[in-house]
Structures are given as C-alpha cells and as structure tokens.
Nanobody
C-alpha cells in the first residue's frame, strides 16, 4: 500500500485546512487508517483514526482529546482517500501530519491510538498555524 498525504500549509489561528491521504495498491486489505502528527524533538502522536469491517461497513472514528469537536476524519471509498478536516486551528496544532494504514483485519479498539498498529505511512505534510 502506498499513501500520499497532501493539503498542509500555513494558516492563521482559527482557520481551516483539509488534509488528504490517497491510498493505492492493496487497498482492499486496509481496515483502518489514522492521522498522527509530529513536531521536532517529540514522538509522533495520535490525532484521529477510523476503522471498519468487511465491505467497509461498521465505521468507527476515534480522536485525541485536544482535537475533538475541531477535527473530523472521513473517507471517500471511491477515491480510496481519507481526509482530516481541521477547523478552528490553533498554534499548538503546528506539526508534520502523517497518515497511516492498517492492513489485515479490523484493528482492536485499544490499538487504534498506537503508532505500531499502522504498517504503512505516507510522507507527511506540514501544517503551520500562526497566532
């Protein structure tokens, strides 16, 4: 599976951005996708994720507490793309955002926020929020 992230940029506090993560290859084997973010000197941290069952049914979403109510993860099955809509951005949201994919069955709930759950990663897209 190959992942291509895009949509980052420089915005002001309170603005919105939509990140995209286009998947190609063995997309039929993907049962979960996530967004993580990383700032220099820190570990990559969980932002949002979604998982589903066969036939891409029973979709569930998960969010890190600081982004709940501001960020929304969604997907387009036709385009094999996952989005992260980010509203009311804050300077502390500044980071490189990475999308990850989990293959091989629906991941368990307790693993959704774990970095190692996702075997494939995109290249990252920079989001900078100025105050």
């Amino acid at each position: 599976v190959q992942l291509q992230a895009s949509g980052g940029g420089l915005v002001q506090a309170g603005d919105s951005l939509r990140l995209s993560c286009a998947a190609s290859g063995r997309t039929f084997s993907v049962y979960g996708m996530a967004w993580f973010r990383q700032v220099p000197g820190k570990e990559r941290e969980f932002v949002a994720a979604m998982r589903w069952s066969g036939q891409r049914s029973n979709v569930e979403t998960y969010y890190e507490d600081s982004v709940k109510g501001r960020f929304t993860i969604s997907r387009d099955n036709v385009e094999n793309t996952v989005y992260l809509q980010m509203n009311n951005l804050k300077p502390e949201d500044t980071a490189v955002y990475y999308c990850g994919a989990h293959l091989g069955g629906r991941p368990i709930v307790s693993a959704m926020r774990t970095l190692t759950t996702y075997q494939y990663w995109g290249q990252g897209t920079q989001v900078t929020v100025s105050s």
